[in-house]
């Protein structure tokens, strides 16, 4: 099972780096370089070792995780717990630290303790495939971005989402993975968006704990992040969350809630803002009082890269490792802990879940061997995926799929259409196959879309115009039976979008190339929800999102029809920046500054507040509640084929059970997202409704199914801020069924204690 898919798991269905140093070269190959590299060796060993050693009791597979890393805990010295507590640096960052050849050249690592036959945590960013793999001549897999992931509703595909990285970082030499994003698009501006999984908890949740499941059951350390609210860019190491304690709980809490109880992860990753005066990865109220009291969650938590702010404070909030480097959490955590200001009790605490982790996941027993993955298997999955993911937003008399016995012609438009599709930036960004990319730079992976468009067909005739001249390209369209646009909206980790238009004037390329031709269609690489003044004029609207290595093959696969489209989408798309909660971006006064470039003092504090004063109403719940027209809605998504929904039926109970019927009313096989949403009690003092779940369910031309839904309590629960606790209230429950989050044609209201 090892670097290969996931078999016979179970998926939850409810509902910046430069090259690694050589120690090869002249100026490395010292007498403390060769000592270097045998440790490094001698490390790698010592698991294998240790595991034939009667010594070394731990490496008993019978015992828990707790009790092997309790006897590890008792050997080891002050200084290899602390050495367990904070990173020896990254490539590229401000301050390198002299361990660094040591590492695998990723985004950080943790020292091994060869004595004790513990192996050394090797951590890549992964947010949607490896990260870095062009500089250590290495291939990686890019997937599509997890907002398109978010897209297919699917947990089984986002398990084999993260098997695939799971086995694809244990190949390049990884034990550790930094991606699992789960924050929730209450700014669809916010540059990270396309990492994350949407605007609804549950949603949200459901996905990345089943991705996050099947990354660790390829025995490496999973991650889930950015803990919390997370939910802008610029200035994110300076902003200060003001949010009620319900609204964190009912949202961006939440969604972590539910990812953690299904994927158990490793680890969780606390964030660069503050929230309610502290800053995240020194609060004790998330870390400790919900995380690791009320949730009960034993993995360890890490700090986003430079984002810890003290000693003393961190520690006893519940942070238990510094990342990247030991500013805080090295001699500082030493001295604190002989001078009776950290207890042993406190940094046993930290180093107990870190081994604990090690050994719970897998890395203890079953240490990385670099090899060589299967390239055109992953790229088969990656396409899979991505048809999975691609929404139909507009299908105007039926335009798509093309029809091949009429559409003889086309025209393929857009910036780089003839070459790549575009990715997204940061420490997300996967390397195409080549030279390493630069920190946020526009990357194209190489899946031509002119290509595979020719392919799809090789009867019609298509032809190319990059749109830098719209009347060049509104002149080739009147040539051509359908007009295809390529249009891309670029994001990256460091910066929030001014706007949700498309950049560079596409949005007038399209408008001329559409009243030329007027069967346009275009087709979306954006990362986050985008405007579309255009929308009236062309005839088909694909998202296609940042559909990775194999993106061009997929949206053939759904242009030409080899794929029926079965995408709903996973945040609403507004008419305008007008219609949000926060219209105009809270900026830092001061422009802001990259995380973590310079080392804060220990009494260091936020800048600048943004208040989520729309509470509750995130997405979806804010137009409903402030009955705002959307361009358009939460799950939505069109098919080639058409769906009837009939017979609800609600059984009453601790956790409802939700039964209708579904039915393929067209001529082609589809699998529809059929969603289950709850209006709760008036007294609830909820938005109009939320999501309580969904099932994607396939079906052949004339075929109908029952579906039976349980409904967990909890979505049908509030957060009671005085008794801190989640309770039901008593009252009548409407239940609502159909194909979006405005599309619910099926109503029935019951009475529950």
């Given at each position: 099972?090892?670097g290969g898919?996931?078999k016979?798991s179970?998926?939850v269905?409810?509902?910046?780096?430069?090259?690694?140093?050589?120690?090869l070269s002249?100026?490395?190959?010292?007498?403390?370089a060769?000592?270097?590299?045998?440790?490094?060796?001698?490390?790698?060993?010592?698991?294998?070792i240790?595991?034939?050693?009667e010594?070394h009791p731990?490496?008993?597979?019978s015992?828990?995780?707790?009790e092997?890393?309790?006897?590890?805990?008792?050997?080891m010295?002050?200084?290899?717990k602390?050495?367990l507590?904070?990173?020896?640096?990254?490539?590229?960052w401000?301050?390198?630290?002299?361990?660094?050849y040591?590492?695998?050249g990723?985004?950080g690592?943790?020292?091994?303790v060869?004595r004790?036959?513990?192996?050394q945590?090797?951590m890549?960013?992964?947010?949607?495939?490896v990260?870095?793999?062009?500089?250590n001549?290495r291939?990686s897999?890019?997937?599509p971005a997890?907002i398109a992931?978010a897209?297919s509703?699917?947990?089984e595909?986002?398990?084999?989402?993260?098997?695939?990285?799971?086995?694809?970082l244990?190949?390049?030499?990884y034990?550790?993975?930094?991606?699992?994003?789960?924050?929730?698009?209450r700014?669809?501006?916010?540059?990270?968006?396309?990492e994350?999984?949407?605007?609804?908890?549950?949603l949200?949740?459901?996905l990345?704990?089943n991705?996050?499941?099947c990354?660790q059951?390829q025995h490496?350390?999973?991650?889930?992040?950015?803990y919390a609210?997370?939910?802008?860019?610029?200035?994110?190491?300076e902003?200060d969350v003001?949010?009620?304690?319900r609204a964190m709980?009912e949202s961006d809490?939440?969604?972590?809630?539910?990812g953690?109880g299904?994927?158990?992860p490793?680890?969780?990753m606390?964030?660069?803002?503050?929230?309610?005066?502290?800053y995240?990865?020194?609060?004790?109220?998330t870390?400790?009082?919900?995380?690791?009291k009320?949730?009960?969650?034993?993995g360890?938590?890490?700090?986003?890269?430079?984002?810890t702010?003290?000693?003393?404070?961190?520690s006893a909030?519940?942070?238990d490792?510094?990342?990247?480097?030991d500013?805080?959490?090295g001699q500082?955590?030493?001295?604190?802990?002989?001078a009776g200001?950290v207890s042993m009790?406190?940094?046993?605490?930290h180093?107990?879940?870190i081994l604990?982790?090690?050994?719970?996941?897998?890395?203890?027993?079953?240490?990385t061997q670099?090899?060589?993955?299967?390239v055109e298997?992953?790229l088969?999955i990656a396409?899979r995926?991505a048809g999975q993911s691609?929404?139909?937003?507009?299908n105007?008399?039926g335009i798509l799929?093309?029809d091949?016995?009429t559409?003889?012609?086309?025209?393929?438009i857009g910036p780089?259409?003839d070459?790549?599709?575009?990715s997204g930036?940061?420490?997300?960004?996967v390397?195409?196959?080549?030279p390493?990319?630069?920190?946020q730079?526009?990357?194209?992976?190489p899946?031509?879309?002119l290509?595979?468009v020719s392919?799809?067909?090789p009867?019609?005739k298509?032809?190319f115009?990059?749109?830098?001249d719209?009347s060049s390209a509104a002149?080739?369209a009147?040539?051509v039976?359908?007009a295809?646009?390529?249009a891309?909206?670029?994001?990256?980790?460091?910066?929030?979008l001014?706007?949700?238009?498309?950049p560079e004037?596409q949005?007038a390329l399209?408008?001329q190339v559409a009243?030329?031709?007027?069967?346009t269609?275009?087709?979306?690489?954006t990362?986050?929800?985008v405007t579309?003044p255009?929308i009236?004029?062309?005839?088909?609207?694909?998202e296609?999102?940042y559909a990775?290595?194999?993106?061009?093959?997929?949206v053939?696969?759904v242009?030409?029809?080899?794929?029926?489209?079965?995408a709903?989408?996973?945040?609403?798309?507004?008419?305008?920046?007008?219609?949000?909660?926060?219209?105009?971006?809270?900026?830092p006064?001061?422009?802001?500054?990259?995380a973590?470039?310079?080392v804060?003092p220990e009494?260091?504090?936020?800048?600048f507040s943004?208040?989520?004063?729309?509470?509750?109403?995130?997405?979806y719940?804010w137009?409903?509640?402030e009955?705002?027209?959307v361009?358009?809605?939460?799950?939505?998504?069109?098919?080639?084929?058409?769906?009837?929904?009939?017979?609800?039926?609600?059984e009453?109970?601790k956790e409802p059970?939700?039964?209708?019927?579904?039915?393929?009313?067209?001529?082609?096989a589809?699998a529809?997202?059929a969603?289950?949403?709850v209006a709760?009690?008036?007294?609830a003092?909820e938005p109009?409704?939320r999501?309580?779940?969904w099932?994607?369910?396939?079906l052949?031309?004339?075929?109908?199914?029952?579906?039976?839904?349980p409904v967990?309590?909890?979505?049908?629960?509030?957060?009671?801020?005085?008794?801190d606790?989640?309770?039901?209230l008593?009252?009548?429950?409407?239940f609502?069924?159909?194909?979006?989050?405005?599309?619910?044609?099926?109503q029935?209201?019951?009475n529950?204690p």
């Amino acid at each position: 099972m090892d670097g290969g898919k996931l078999k016979g798991s179970t998926v939850v269905t409810h509902v910046g780096h430069w090259r690694n140093i050589s120690v090869l070269s002249h100026r490395w190959w010292s007498s403390a370089a060769m000592l270097g590299v045998l440790t490094i060796i001698f490390a790698m060993a010592a698991p294998a070792i240790a595991q034939s050693s009667e010594q070394h009791p731990w490496m008993n597979k019978s015992l828990s995780s707790d009790e092997r890393a309790d006897m590890v805990l008792k050997e080891m010295t002050l200084a290899e717990k602390i050495g367990l507590l904070h990173g020896e640096g990254m490539p590229g960052w401000s301050r390198v630290m002299p361990k660094l050849y040591l590492g695998n050249g990723g985004a950080g690592f943790v020292l091994a303790v060869p004595r004790l036959g513990i192996p050394q945590i090797e951590m890549s960013d992964a947010a949607y495939g490896v990260r870095m793999s062009a500089q250590n001549g290495r291939y990686s897999t890019a997937l599509p971005a997890n907002i398109a992931a978010a897209a297919s509703w699917d947990p089984e595909a986002a398990c084999d989402y993260g098997a695939l990285i799971g086995g694809e970082l244990r190949a390049q030499g990884y034990n550790m993975s930094l991606g699992g994003g789960v924050n929730l698009t209450r700014e669809p501006r916010n540059g990270r968006t396309f990492e994350y999984q949407g605007e609804d908890p549950l949603l949200a949740g459901t996905l990345a704990g089943n991705r996050i499941k099947c990354e660790q059951a390829q025995h490496v350390i999973g991650d889930i992040k950015h803990y919390a609210m997370n939910d802008q860019e610029d200035g994110r190491d300076e902003v200060d969350v003001i949010i009620s304690r319900r609204a964190m709980r009912e949202s961006d809490l939440l969604a972590f809630q539910i990812g953690i109880g299904i994927a158990n992860p490793g680890a969780v990753m606390c964030s660069y803002n503050a929230v309610n005066g502290d800053y995240a990865c020194q609060n004790k109220y998330t870390l400790t009082d919900v995380l690791k009291k009320d949730w009960q969650f034993k993995g360890f938590v890490l700090s986003d890269w430079g984002g810890t702010h003290s000693t003393v404070k961190a520690s006893a909030a519940g942070l238990d490792m510094e990342q990247p480097l030991d500013d805080f959490f090295g001699q500082k955590l030493k001295q604190a802990v002989e001078a009776g200001k950290v207890s042993m009790a406190e940094l046993d605490d930290h180093a107990h879940r870190i081994l604990r982790s090690e050994f719970e996941d897998g890395l203890v027993d079953y240490p990385t061997q670099k090899s060589v993955i299967d390239v055109e298997a992953n790229l088969a999955i990656a396409r899979r995926i991505a048809g999975q993911s691609i929404v139909l937003l507009k299908n105007k008399d039926g335009i798509l799929p093309l029809d091949r016995k009429t559409v003889r012609s086309i025209a393929v438009i857009g910036p780089h259409a003839d070459t790549g599709m575009i990715s997204g930036g940061g420490s997300a960004q996967v390397d195409p196959p080549g030279p390493a990319s630069p920190w946020q730079a526009h990357v194209w992976f190489p899946t031509s879309p002119l290509k595979a468009v020719s392919a799809a067909d090789p009867a019609i005739k298509v032809q190319f115009d990059s749109g830098a001249d719209p009347s060049s390209a509104a002149a080739l369209a009147r040539q051509v039976d359908v007009a295809i646009v390529f249009a891309y909206q670029w994001m990256s980790e460091g910066k929030d979008l001014p706007n949700l238009s498309l950049p560079e004037n596409q949005d007038a390329l399209i408008e001329q190339v559409a009243a030329a031709n007027p069967r346009t269609i275009v087709v979306l690489e954006t990362g986050t929800a985008v405007t579309m003044p255009w929308i009236d004029k062309v005839s088909g609207v694909l998202e296609a999102w940042y559909a990775g290595s194999k993106g061009a093959d997929a949206v053939a696969d759904v242009l030409s029809g080899d794929v029926n489209p079965s995408a709903k989408l996973p945040l609403t798309f507004p008419r305008s920046e007008a219609d949000l909660p926060h219209p105009d971006l809270v900026k830092p006064p001061g422009g802001g500054g990259d995380a973590g470039a310079v080392v804060k003092p220990e009494d260091a504090k936020p800048t600048f507040s943004v208040h989520y004063d729309e509470g509750l109403k995130v997405g979806y719940k804010w137009y409903d509640a402030e009955n705002k027209p959307v361009l358009f809605p939460f799950g939505y998504g069109l098919s080639y084929t058409t769906y009837q929904y009939s017979d609800l039926k609600v059984e009453p109970g601790k956790e409802p059970t939700v039964r209708f019927v579904v039915k393929n009313t067209g001529s082609r096989a589809g699998a529809e997202i059929a969603e289950v949403y709850v209006a709760l009690p008036a007294d609830a003092g909820e938005p109009p409704k939320r999501l309580a779940g969904w099932s994607k369910v396939h079906l052949n031309p004339g075929e109908s199914r029952e579906i039976s839904l349980p409904v967990n309590a909890r979505e049908l629960s509030i957060y009671d801020e005085g008794a801190d606790a989640w309770k039901q209230l008593p009252g009548r429950y409407t239940f609502m069924v159909g194909g979006s989050s405005k599309d619910l044609p099926l109503q029935q209201a019951i009475n529950l204690p």
